[in-house]
């Protein structure tokens, strides 16, 4: 029973150390041998995507089959499905090979090469996480009587005028509301003003509406301000409507720690 027991022991070393001598490395690029450069399992990649080297070294054990398979699962709530595959040939003279996937969406992903009897022959995880897109602020046209309407964002409105007008608003600085400040240079000839309020979603890259504002206002007004508090960073976008529902104009803000 002891030497049943070495024995299962020795199998049990023997396959832990075969199952690491057989690696896939996720890489930026790779030498002329084989080996990988900048590998990692964790990689933030641009919102137009990246491609990513999937490198497999059979080191000191190659395969006895040059016929491979290199399967790509993505995890999907608590499992993994099938992703992608590809076969592969490995060449007589190396026992490595290398290929190019591009990965554009974030998850995590699970990678494994077996052979042709279906045996696994190394397996690795990779996590793909995307960039928000750059900002670019979408254009609406106003209806022709608001074209000349101007919208500043600011901390302060004081005598009918915006005080430190700005782009970028930080959480932790006072003071904790931005206003949102209109002007025509005739009139904003309506009784209410309606505000839609977006925030920019960092992977869809969409806007989702998360609030909206009513505020009554006189006609023979040439300005309007109201003030907004964002709890949460991102970009966020303000569209303001006439009574009419009549697009006047929107305004893009930034908000960070």
């Not at 990649?45 to 089959?65: E, T």
């Not at 995307?130 to 609406?140: C, N, S």
């Not at 901390?155 to 608003?169: C, H, N, Q, T």
Request: charged share 30%; aromatic share 18%; glycine share 4%.
């Amino acid at each position: 029973m002891k030497k049943l027991k070495f024995a299962i022991f020795l199998f049990t070393i023997f396959l832990s150390f075969s199952v690491k001598a057989q690696e896939i490395y996720f890489a930026q690029s790779f030498t002329t041998d084989g080996k990988a450069i900048n590998a990692r399992n964790n990689w933030l990649i641009p919102s137009k995507g990246k491609s990513i080297f999937i490198l497999f070294d059979a080191k000191d054990h190659p395969p006895k089959s040059k016929m491979l398979y290199l399967y790509i699962d993505k995890k999907v709530g608590d499992k993994y499905q099938a992703w992608d595959s590809k076969s592969v040939v490995m060449p007589d003279y190396r026992n490595w090979f290398v290929y190019r996937q591009k990965f554009k969406e974030p998850g995590k992903y699970q990678v494994y090469v077996t052979d042709k009897s279906n045996r696994e022959l190394a397996r690795g995880k990779l996590t793909i996480r995307v960039k928000a897109a750059p900002f670019k602020p979408e254009t609406q046209k106003s209806a022709p009587y608001y074209k000349r309407v101007k919208l500043t964002f600011s901390e302060w409105v004081i005598s009918g005028m915006p005080f430190r007008p700005l782009k970028i608003k930080q959480i932790s600085r006072p003071p904790d509301s931005v206003c949102v400040y209109i002007k025509h240079p005739d009139s904003l000839n309506t009784n209410k003003i309606y505000a839609d309020i977006f925030k920019q979603n960092p992977y869809t890259k969409d806007w989702e509406q998360i609030d909206e504002k009513e505020y009554a206002i006189l006609p023979s007004w040439d300005y309007a301000f109201f003030k907004l508090k964002f709890k949460d960073e991102g970009y966020y976008k303000i569209s303001i409507y006439d009574e009419k529902r009549e697009f006047i104009k929107s305004g893009f803000l930034k908000v960070v720690q």
